[in-house]
Every structure is written in C-alpha cells, then in structure tokens.
C-alpha cells in the first residue's frame, strides 16, 4: 500500500529469455484484473491475477518465444479484449475467461512494440515490429478467428516499422521510426496512407525511448540524451533539439506542464512556465 506494506506477492517463476536480454513487457491494470504477459524461452504464457489478492483468475499457455511488448486492453462492444503482440501471432483474449477472440500472424521476431488503438470509433487496433523486417497491422477488433491471411485488415504495412520504441497516435495520424533508428514515418491511422517520410530526424542518431506527446508537440528521445521536438503534423516540422548529453533508454513521461527524463544516472524534471 502506499505506507509501503506488503499486501500480496506472487511468484511467476524464472524467466529465461533471448540472449539473456531480460524482460520488458509492463503488467497491465484494468479493473480489478491485472494482466501479466510472460513470453520467454521457456513455456510462455498469460496470466490473469485479482488486484487485490494476487489469486490467479485464469492463466493460458502461449506458443511464443521471448517478446517485450506489454499487453492493450481495450473495451469493445460491451466485451473487454486483452491484445498481446507475438511471433507467432498477435492475439485478443476475452478479459473475462481468457477465451482467444482473434489471431494474426504476420509480426517479425522479438515483438516490442506497444499496440495501440487507431480510430475515434475506438474499432482497431494498430500492431507493429520492426526486428530483421517490417510489419503494421489495423485489425478491426470485431474480427474473431485467425485473420492472418484475411482481407478484412483496415490496412498494413512492410516497411519502415520501429523495433524497440513503440509508434505514437496524435489527431488521427500515426508517427513511427524505423527501426532503433532517427527514420521516422507518418501515416494516416485511419487508411495507413503515408502522409510524410521516410526522412531523417535531425539531432538523433538512434533511440530505444518511445515518443510522447502534449499540446501539438512530440517528442522523440536518442540514446545520446537529446530530445528532438516535432510539431504534430502532415509534415515534418522540427521546433527544437534539446541536449541533456547523458544516456537515454527509457521513455519520457509527461504529466501536466512536467516532462521527466531518465537518464543512465540521473532523474530530471523539467518544467514549462
């Protein structure tokens, strides 16, 4: 609790993943349900825990390897469906009972990542990687069954797709760099038609961090600790690069006029008027 009382603790077992590179995949809250996503080189599987207890609600092997992408809940037509992006397939569990509602294959290897959802409907959802290869997915969440070779896909891609940050959605279009690179694509969320790129982001040489946004900005984050400023646009718009000139892996965060910055060694806040 917040006095720093132990209430629950679980114990999923030894995780043994690719090359050792760890683990990523964020747990997931919605509800009283929390979502634990645990793709590794061993059994995989998802698991279900009540938040309150930590008592297993239900837990379902998965035919992955290691993955890193946390899982999207999203409610839909009166259901709540948990997507989980993987190698083998991108799947949509019924929150409720774990049922497997759709599947979709066609995601490149070691799947990072964050899906997201795309239209105002709040209808599809948006999956990507970007690892030796490129592939973006818009499945309608009304899909049931294994639609990897369906025509009903809102559209894809196979190009230019990020590895390890996640793509943003800001007004209806969709911002992406290719790979762990300053390559960056925008697309129409809505058709998945290219609205700029791929051109080069000026100030970044690669990133690992995923881009955030507020007030029409973006904000794209490299390793060498600058952040370059984007306007949320149909074109590329570079407003600022800001260089803190320390190691930056994680995403920023943004809450109110507050960007916070983690840094290989330190913890910055910087603040707007």
């Not at 008592?55 to 379902?60: E, S, Y």
């Not at 946004?213 to 060498?224: K, M, V």
């Not at 646009?233 to 920023?252: C, H, Q």
Request: glycine share 10%; hydrophobic share 40%.
């Amino acid at each position: 609790d917040l006095d720093g009382n132990r209430l629950w603790e679980r114990d999923l077992g030894d995780m043994r993943t690719r090359f050792g590179w760890g683990e990523a995949s964020t747990p997931v809250v919605h509800g009283d349900s929390l979502i634990v996503n645990w793709d590794h080189e061993d059994q995989s599987f998802i698991a279900v825990l009540d938040t309150a207890t930590g008592d297993t609600k239900w837990q379902l092997d998965r035919d992955e390897v290691t993955t890193w992408a946390t899982p999207l809940v999203v409610d839909h037509d009166g259901q709540s469906q948990v997507v989980v992006c993987g190698t083998n397939r991108i799947r949509s569990y019924d929150l409720s009972n774990g049922d497997v509602l759709w599947a979709c294959g066609g995601l490149t290897v070691n799947a990072i990542p964050s899906p997201l959802m795309a239209t105002p409907d709040d209808d599809v959802v948006i999956c990507m990687s970007g690892y030796r290869g490129s592939a973006a997915f818009a499945i309608p969440l009304a899909s049931r069954g294994d639609i990897t070779d369906s025509t009903s896909l809102r559209w894809r891609l196979s190009e230019g797709t990020p590895y390890v940050p996640s793509p943003i959605l800001v007004d209806g279009r969709l911002y992406f760099t290719q790979g762990n690179t300053n390559v960056i694509t925008c697309v129409d969320a809505e058709t998945g038609a290219v609205l700029f790129g791929p051109e080069r982001l000026e100030g970044i040489d690669n990133m690992y961090a995923s881009p955030v946004a507020a007030a029409g900005r973006i904000y794209f984050t490299g390793r060498e600790g600058n952040t370059t400023v984007i306007a949320a646009a149909d074109t590329l718009e570079v407003l600022s690069v800001n260089a803190l000139g320390e190691t930056i892996d994680a995403s920023p965060a943004i809450v109110g006029n507050e960007i916070y910055l983690r840094t290989a060694g330190q913890l910055y806040c910087i603040a707007g008027e």
